[in-house]
């Protein structure tokens, strides 16, 4: 089974939601003349890091963005992996992705995890305590959001469920590109699995990004690479391919998990 992918990086412009959803409506739009199966978005796309502006800014309850990611999947017949926007949920605020698939139902919700505090989220932010696990456009699959990416126990975690593909959508600034995509490879070569993690390009007050929204095969070869452009990419997924790398080598198998403490 193939399933087509489209990366939706963008230049998410700094305290402004209201640009960023019709920048998120052209990208979905893209995405689906290109007759992709999911777009998936980057992280905080909603009001990018103006964390100390996420009581006039975040969405309340995650209503708009759920609103917004139902009608185009709808609109489009296409799965969205909605990278994550911040919610605000009674007096806390959260980054968070929501998942739907092309009729608008919601699949999955996760939390980021792993508050990034040289980013001030642990000054702003609720950490989440629970994993995404869904099936979209057929495949089994879990979501993360940028940061997580550095806690493989927690990767594992979700992916010994049973997941064909892991997504990651991140705000992953230019001075640590290289650490991202030796991270990424090695989150789908240990775990068997397809990885599509997309970053933004552009820049924020205190940092420069610089995109590489990657698709990564299960043998840790990257089969796209946005590079620096600000649009929609597009890769093919070959899941057939899981089963030649999973057969000889059964690392899920052969774990010995009463040694790992
Ligand atoms: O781990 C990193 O280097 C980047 C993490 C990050 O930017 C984030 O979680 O928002």
Known sequence: MKIKVALGQ?????????????????????AADGEADVVVLPEMWNTGY?????????????????????ELARQYQ?????????????????????????????LGQYDKVHLFGLMAEDQYLQAGNQENYFRLAGVPSASFICYDLRFPEWIRTVARHGTDLLYFPAEWP??????????????????????????????????HFNGHS???????????????????????????????????????????????K
């Open 214 to 260: 990657l698709v990564i095969d299960p043998l840790g070869r990257v089969i796209a690479d946005a590079g620096e452009r600000d649009g929609v990419i597009f890769a093919e997924i070959d899941l057939d391919q899981l089963g030649t790398v999973r057969g000889p080598i059964p690392v899920f198998a052969d774990r010995r998990p009463e040694l790992y």
């Open 78 to 106: 296409v799965g969205i992996v909605g990278g994550s926007v911040a919610v605000k949920i009674g007096p806390h605020f959260v980054n968070r992705t929501l998942v739907v698939d092309p009729l608008g139902n919601l």
């Open 10 to 30: 963008f230049n998410i412009q700094f305290a402004q939601p209201a640009a960023n959803r019709t920048r998120v409506r052209e990208l979905v739009a893209a």
């Open 174 to 207: 230019a001075v640590r590109i290289p650490q991202w995509e030796i991270l990424l490879r090695a989150r789908a070569v240990e775990n068997q699995c397809f990885v599509v993690a997309v970053n933004r390009v552009g820049d924020d007050p205190d940092n």
């Open 50 to 70: 103006a964390l100390d502006k996420l009581p006039a800014l975040a969405d309340e309850g995650g209503q708009e963005t759920l609103a917004l990611l139902q």
